[in-house]
């Protein structure tokens, strides 16, 4: 029998995988989607701290990266992101802060002129193109939040599909230390029901968001949104346990479709029209690189070069205090309270960009992580004994703010092939090159004592930075490679083809039928977390794309 020629091929069902496999099929186009994770059930989400987070059973158990600091440093092995390898994607463990870049966020470049060090660069499309996509987000997934109360954000012309979420003892603390400072606190936008919405209830408040699957989908994921209207199409052909390893080139220098291992490291292949690769900003550059042939030596789409380059990770401060009464840190969302007052660039700081500030709950909802941070705390070094047990006798009381601050893309901060590590099929992994720039210290150095004013406004008792040796080392040879939660670049969206990678439709330049919709098209990382940006963008990509189509445009 002739092999099924799909209309598309989406690899990876995350966030913009998951977008495209939704309105693309709505649109009735064929679509296998591969993902290289197996797919997991509601009934496997525990809010098991050792195993789901520290032994990582359930998400990424295999993955396997390498990490340096530039070339020819020293080399570490081992699982530096938070990355979700399964049906849904990393979104199915986010912790569903749901934010829109400020408008400034999309032309970095021509709002705060060159860096000496950094790769800046303006967006080919700005916040008014992207305005209506985020509202299309913002009411698919269900967001909550009180539109118009953050004085800072951009023009929106609707409100938030549900109400805010109640606040906490927690948030009503840092809510008091951030208006006695004269900034305004607004509820924190969450992509977490509030209310029953779109046929999911609302959330129970048991507390195991960052890095949990939510068992009842009252969090809104592909998992829970898309997928399932993708299903009911009958139009998509969905394969978990794929791992696609090439995407071969045709003579005529189209991709043709997709190569893949299953679980017992059989190979495949599927066929396709056209190819979206939605592997996140470490996954697809990954993916591209091993995709070399005669055309492309260097890797598929890659000549000029730019694929796996100019990565950025987000940066945080975060500071803790205790108060008198139970924080109830432990139950709720990972925010349920924001200031944007100190986001806006001011070169005059000694730096440019900047971020939102939060009422965080993730360092301090979780025993073994809040163990982890005691060595920042008043009078307590690395230690057992009493005093360790001092300050875990400290947990039901402790409150946390944060940071999400905007880093500045490096050309050499990138992502390439390990050839000398290989995964469980044999696959060289993917290895980061991390280092931040001078800028993004600088912005740390300031909004550390920033975040401390706020808690001391907020009566905090025995405020503290937590110190993480393996991600906030400061010292000269191993500064912090950023959060492992927040990773954006690495393809590069553009209109030179010679310093990106994709246009501004997400397409590749070199490429006539192979896209990129994911974080990896960020040309900024913006100071925000970047999930509902990269929903909305898929959503533009996939109206274009259905447009097209329909007028038989596609090459």
Known sequence: MAKEI????VIGTGAGGGVMMKELTAAGLSVVALERGPQLSTAQFSDDELSVMWRDELFSPDQVETWRIADGAPTETGRFNAIAHCVGGTMTHWAAWSWRFRPDEFKVLSHDGPVAGASLADWPIDYDELEPYYEKAEWEFGVSGEANANPFE?????????PAHPPKVSSES??????ALGYTAFPTPMGINSRAYDGRPPCMYGGACQQFGCPIHAKATPF????PKALATGKLDLRPDAMVFDIPVGEDGRVRGARYLDSDGNAHEVRALQVVVAGGAIGSPHLLRLATSSRFPHGLANGSGQVGKHLTFHIHNLVQYLLDEPSMSWTGLESHLAIDDLHASDP???FIRGGVVAEVNFGNKLPIMHSLLGTGFPGLERQWGSGFKDYLRNFPRVVGIASILEDLPVESNRIELDTDVKDRHGLAVPRITHRQHANDLAMLAWYGPKLREIAEAAGGKEIWEPLVPNLTGLDEE??????GA???GTCRMGDDPEASVVDRWCKSHEVPNLWVVDGSVFPTSGGYNPTLTILANAYRVADHFVAEAKKQNLS
Request: hydrophobic share 30%; aromatic share 8%; charged share 30%.
């Open 348 to 350: 005059e700081r000694g």
């Open 478 to 483: 191993t500064p912090m490679k950023g959060s």
């Open 486 to 488: 927040h990773f954006h």
């Open 154 to 162: 951009g023009a929106r012309k609707k409100g938030y599909p549900n």
């Open 224 to 227: 829970s949104v898309l997928i």
């Open 6 to 9: 799909f209309d598309v091929c």
């Open 174 to 179: 840092v809510k008091k230390g951030a208006e």
